[in-house]
């Protein structure tokens, strides 16, 4: 089945600063990857998404890019603000076959942005 | 529209019980998984609901099973209860355009702790 890596595990910013979070995947048959926020005690919450057949896609400070080659997808924060700290998780799914509708995650990323 | 919700929100059981969790998808949304979530092994798929039928199931043992009514809501059943089983349990629901899962959306989680 597919395999999701996350790194870096932790990731400590100054306010203002940009932050990256890379994840690979293993699963060629992958074509959505989706980016979940969650805050200490609540529910993970989709920030941002992207689909195969584009290569970056960008809401406002936030952007995801994707190299289908390489098979490996971004998330980018830019000006960083304390409330951004959480926990972020990568994942990846397919829209066919025995596991349709399931998401991979990987393991999280705990980023802190000190003001 | 209500967002996913899950009762109850915490649950305490003591080794050998069983338990049953529930979970009331977005109005319209067919689709229901349900994940794990441990610190040690992050999120983890337990299985999937469409239409009352189990489309995908993880790597968990018997224990664990679920069920979806007419209405979409899901449950989640867990017999005999291990001390490994405490963890948060979350549902996500998602609409079906075209055969392809939309976005899922996260209830809150149900926080199951074993004794």
């Known amino acids: 089945g597919e395999n999701v890596e996350q790194h870096p595990s932790t990731l400590s910013v100054q306010e203002g600063d940009s932050a990256v979070i890379k994840c690979t995947y293993s699963?060629?048959?992958?074509?959505?990857f989706p980016w979940y926020k969650q805050e200490l005690g609540k529910r993970p919450q989709l920030i941002i998404d992207?689909?195969?057949?584009?290569g970056e896609k960008k809401d406002q400070r936030i952007a995801v890019t994707l190299n289908k080659t390489a098979k490996h997808f971004s998330l980018h924060i830019t000006e960083t603000q304390p409330e951004d700290s959480a926990v972020y998780f990568c994942?990846?799914?397919?829209?066919?076959?025995?596991?349709?509708?399931?998401?991979?995650f990987g393991r999280g990323t705990q980023l802190t942005v000190w003001p | 529209k209500a967002g996913v919700t899950q009762t109850p929100r915490y649950l305490i059981k003591t080794r050998g019980q069983q338990v049953t969790l529930s979970c009331s998808p977005i109005?319209?949304?067919?689709?229901v998984s349900w994940y794990q979530q441990t610190p040690g092994q992050g999120l983890q798929f337990l299985f999937e609901?469409?239409?009352?039928?189990?489309?995908n199931k993880g790597n968990f043992p018997g224990r664990f099973s679920g069920r979806q009514f007419s209405n979409s809501r899901s449950e989640m059943n867990v017999s005999t209860l291990e001390l490994g089983d405490s963890a948060l349990y979350l549902c996500?629901?998602?609409?079906?355009?075209?055969?392809?899962?939309?976005?899922?959306?996260f209830g809150p989680g149900t926080r199951l702790t074993v004794l």
């Open positions: 996500a629901s998602s609409s079906m355009t075209s055969g392809r899962t939309d976005t899922q959306y």
């Open positions: 699963d060629s048959a992958s074509n959505y």
């Open positions: 992207i689909r195969s057949n584009v």
């Open positions: 994942a990846a799914r397919t829209d066919r076959g025995s596991t349709l509708g399931r998401l991979y």
């Open positions: 109005s319209g949304h067919r689709s």
């Open positions: 609901y469409f239409s009352e039928t189990q489309r």
